[in-house]
């Protein structure tokens, strides 16, 4: 409410809605964050999974404190499933993200397939929404999906450790034409 235009509106008469005056807020577009999770057997080899879901956490936190919506998809196994959202997160803490486990083999295409449904009716809900894809890999799989095409921004987070480090996070991340960011590196 602008209080000034409002007691100038109302001068000495008593205050009635008819006096009251408001600020327009341009809030401008929103945002969806897609967080992709690889939650395959070799994110659990030496402490890739745990560092991703600390990521998360935070990640999670911050589009909360913007108001951003967020949507959680985890894929290990043979399936890829919606954990979370797409909505804005009212809280968010470690009991969330805690019970989502690992193993299996890494269905990379059937996790960025449902990312890429998911973007799509968020596009066709709200076209100028800004739509950011976040995938989390240790690039262990030899499948390459295409760029979900309703993704403005694509970051793939790199959980790969160890002395021989394969690449393919940052190969993709090309690929696609995002940013490829090393999950130690966010640690500093």
């Known amino acids: 409410m602008l209080w000034p235009a409002t007691l100038a509106a109302r001068r000495a008469a008593p205050l009635h809605a008819r006096h009251l005056r408001f600020a327009e807020r341009n809030t401008g577009p929103g945002t969806l964050h897609c967080f992709v999770l690889d939650c395959s057997a070799s994110m659990i080899a030496r402490g890739q999974f745990a560092l991703a879901k600390g990521l998360l956490v935070a990640l999670?936190?911050?589009a909360r404190a913007e108001r951003a919506d967020v949507a959680l998809i985890a894929f290990g196994g043979a399936r890829a499933e919606l954990r979370f959202g797409p909505a804005v997160p009212r809280w968010w803490n470690e009991r969330w993200i805690e019970p989502i486990g690992a193993g299996g083999g890494t269905?990379?295409?059937?996790?960025i397939a449902r990312?890429?449904?998911l973007l799509e009716a968020a596009a066709r809900r709200d076209p100028a929404q800004v739509r950011h894809l976040w995938l989390f890999s240790?690039?262990?799989?030899t499948q390459w999906p295409a760029r979900p095409r309703r993704a403005n921004h694509v970051t793939v987070i790199d959980c790969e450790r160890g002395a021989v480090r394969v690449g393919r996070c940052e190969a993709l991340a090309q690929a696609w034409a995002g940013e490829c960011l090393?999950?130690?590196?966010?640690?500093v």
Do not use: I, Y
């Open 107 to 111: 269905p990379l295409e059937a996790g």
């Open 138 to 141: 240790d690039g262990r799989s």
């Open 115 to 117: 990312a890429a449904q």
């Open 60 to 62: 999670f936190d911050r």
């Open 182 to 187: 090393d999950a130690q590196a966010l640690l």
